[in-house]
Each structure stands twice: as structure tokens, then as C-alpha cells.
């Protein structure tokens, strides 16, 4: 199986788009068996497992040029799920502590980012839909939750979540198409 993951993400680093669906697929059903059980060892009801899942498929997303690919894959998996789990444990107002010495070989040295001018931002932003580029603001500049920016823009979080994966993809079918 952990072949067979990270064979499809280095090919949807690639572009492969068919690659990158499978991968999809195949982590969404992977991380649904993976949350469930966790939510059941911890005592809650399993009903918040599919938001937990969409939660972890968007981090994933957003975070998959972080994934060294010289490195397995279901490590890297499993970090970004049990952080999306306990950020969504943490939110019913439980408090989960996890040793550092369990994390500690998860954690990646910090990369330094090109930093983006703000007016380089806007720029950008200005070429998505309104609604889009709300929503991608709000969560990527901001820090707002799906939760908190869909209240803020009195949009369902399916809504956001829809808005927010089409926005980036946009920026990223643009930014290859400069790059080129």
C-alpha cells in the first residue's frame, strides 16, 4: 500500500491529474478506517470522522511539497491525520498532550519561504472570483478555520471547502503557467 501511495503522488507532483484523483480516493478511504478508530479508542462518537477526513485531505493538499519523497509516505500521512484529529478533539474542549519524543522524528526544520509583497498577493488574488479569492484570503492569509471563515462569509464550510480548493487551484494552474 505504501508503495502504491507515494507511486501516485510522485506522479501527481508531476501533473498526472488521473494519479492525483486515485491518490485521493485512496487516502480517503485509508484516513475515514484511520480516524474512526482512533475516535472509537478515544471514546467519541465516530460521526465527526468524515469532517476530520476532509480536513486532513485538504491539509494534505495544501502540504504536499512538503513530503520528501525519498522518505516514505505513510509516516508523513499519519503526522498530518493525528494533528487534524487532535486539532478536532482540541475544538470540543479536550485537551490532548502529546509528548515532543513522540513527534519529535515528524518534525521537519523549517524551510525559509519566499515571502510574497503584499501587494504581489493582491494581485494574484484579484485574478480568482470574488467568492474565491474571500475565502482563500480568509483561510490562507488570515488563519481562519473552514469553520470560522464560512460563518464570516455566511457560506455552508462544504462551500468553503469547494471555493478554497478551486481558488488554489487556479493560483497553482497559473503560477505553472508563469513558470513556464
Do not use: C, F
Not at 518534525?107 to 474571500?134: F, K, V
Not at 469553520?147 to 493560483?171: M, P
Request: overall charge positive; charged content about 30%; hydrophobic content about 45%.
Amino acid at each position: 500500500m505504501e508503495d502504491e501511495l507515494a507511486s501516485l503522488m510522485r506522479a501527481a507532483e508531476t501533473g498526472d491529474a488521473a494519479a492525483y484523483r486515485r491518490l485521493l480516493s485512496a487516502l480517503a478511504d485509508m484516513l475515514r478506517r484511520w480516524v474512526r478508530r482512533e475516535l472509537a479508542r478515544q471514546g467519541y462518537e465516530i460521526a465527526e470522522a468524515e469532517d476530520i477526513v476532509q480536513e486532513t485531505l485538504l491539509a494534505i493538499h495544501l502540504k504536499r511539497a512538503s513530503w520528501d519523497s525519498s522518505r516514505p509516505i505513510l509516516p508523513w500521512l499519519r503526522a498530518i491525520t493525528r494533528h487534524k484529529l487532535i486539532d478536532n478533539l482540541r475544538r470540543r474542549g479536550r485537551r490532548i498532550m502529546v509528548p515532543v519524543e513522540d513527534v519529535l522524528e515528524t518534525l521537519a526544520a523549517p524551510e525559509p519561504e519566499e515571502a510574497l509583497s503584499t501587494e504581489a498577493i493582491d494581485r494574484h488574488l484579484a485574478t480568482l472570483p470574488p467568492g474565491q479569492s474571500q475565502v482563500v484570503r480568509a483561510i490562507s492569509i488570515d488563519g481562519l478555520s473552514p469553520a470560522e471563515t464560512a460563518k464570516r462569509l455566511t457560506l455552508s464550510e462544504g462551500a468553503v471547502r469547494v471555493a478554497l480548493h478551486r481558488g488554489l487551484a487556479a493560483l497553482a494552474k497559473a503560477a505553472r503557467r508563469n513558470a513556464t
